[in-house]
């Protein structure tokens, strides 16, 4: 979709999307010839050609054999730093990142390796193009609460650099009271703010169950909410943001087409939308398709648009004065 001259000017906030959902099958490639890793497709046109998915678990495939790719601090780094400058391109200012260490450690790679090179990321891109970066730390809901716990140990040093606890994985059989006790470490005990994946595979029952088990700032994905009127009232008057990802919505089937997206009867009835674009190399495209995706589905007028991109503003976990001049 084309981006209109107003999307690509307006200055936005990423909030929802995986570094390493960022990996271009380019660089999949690439890295794995680097480190001498088997991806067991023949070229990058080949991979790309496999970005066709019928549900959430069908893309987690292709995503957990994506990463396998990362193996040293500069793996990290250029991954980061390509996501940042791209992001840059499309008027992000400030983009809070989600990475997912058990992903990383299970292979044997060390905690620093993964956040000491992020942050230096973060810190390039904050020179190069101004940009403020913030990293969530996403529990994989697949593993017990033992081992998201543990990892929780493991980045007590970082907890300064650290702005937040997610989710990442497979939303069946993994409900968000199963890590009651993380999400009430990371907010208590390491100072984080909190959210949560959401309402994507799961029923609304899954988001009111984040809201009073987990006690979330924030909700990624979340559209299923729709289908209980009181929680779509509770999400109103509170306020609290919906992570939206439209892109990846249609490509895994949360919706069949964009026409059918709920996210213009959401921003209607009153609740707090941000645009994300979730996993941009596996989804088709970085975030300004994803407010064109809406502008041309769904007519949404720049105004709308504008509400949208001042409403992930005041939505990030970004400190008060870092924020406020974002407005
Ligand atoms: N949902 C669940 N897990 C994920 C996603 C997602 O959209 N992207 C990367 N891991
Ligand atoms: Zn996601």
């Known amino acids: 979709a084309p981006i209109s001259p107003f999307i690509a000017a307006l200055p936005k906030a990423e909030l929802h999307m995986h570094l390493e959902g960022s990996l271009e099958p380019e660089t999949i490639m690439r890295l794995a010839g680097r480190n001498n890793v088997r991806i067991p497709y023949a070229s990058a046109e080949a991979l790309r050609a496999a970005y066709s998915f019928t549900d959430l678990q069908s893309f987690l495939d292709l995503f957990y054999l994506g990463l396998t790719v990362l193996q040293t601090g500069e793996d990290f780094y250029e991954m980061t730093r390509a996501y940042l400058d791209r992001a840059a391109q499309d008027r992000v200012r400030h983009a809070e990142v989600f990475i997912s260490p058990q992903g990383h450690l299970r292979r044997g790679i060390a905690m620093g390796t993964v956040i000491d090179n992020i942050l230096r990321a973060f810190d390039d891109a904050k020179c190069a193009h101004g940009m403020t970066g913030g990293l969530i730390v996403g529990i994989q809901r697949q593993f017990d609460e033992e081992d998201a716990l543990s990892m929780l ?43 949560i994946h959401a309402g994507e595979e799961g029923g609304a029952d899954f988001v009111c169950e984040a809201l009073d088990a987990l006690q979330v700032d924030r909700i990624d994905h979340g559209v299923r909410c729709e289908a209980d009127p009181d929680l779509m009232r509770r999400m109103a008057e509170t306020g609290i943001p919906l992570t939206v990802c439209p892109c990846s919505n249609i490509m895994l089937r949360v919706f069949p087409d964009m026409q059918a997206h709920n996210i213009r009867r959401l921003h209607e009835a009153g609740l707090c939308i941000t645009v994300n674009s979730d996993d941009p190399s596996y989804f088709g495209g970085y975030v300004n398709e994803n407010y064109a995706a809406i502008q041309q589905a769904l007519n949404f007028s720049d105004a709308e648009l504008w509400q949208l991109a001042r409403n992930s503003f005041t939505s990030a976990f970004m400190a008060g004065a870092d924020r406020d001049r974002h407005l």
């Open 153 to 195: 140990d493991g980045l007590r040093p970082w907890r300064d650099r650290i702005i937040g606890l997610g989710t990442g994985g497979p939303e069946m059989g993994n409900r968000p009271a199963k890590f009651r006790r993380a999400y009430a470490k990371a907010r208590h005990d390491l100072g984080w703010r909190t959210t």
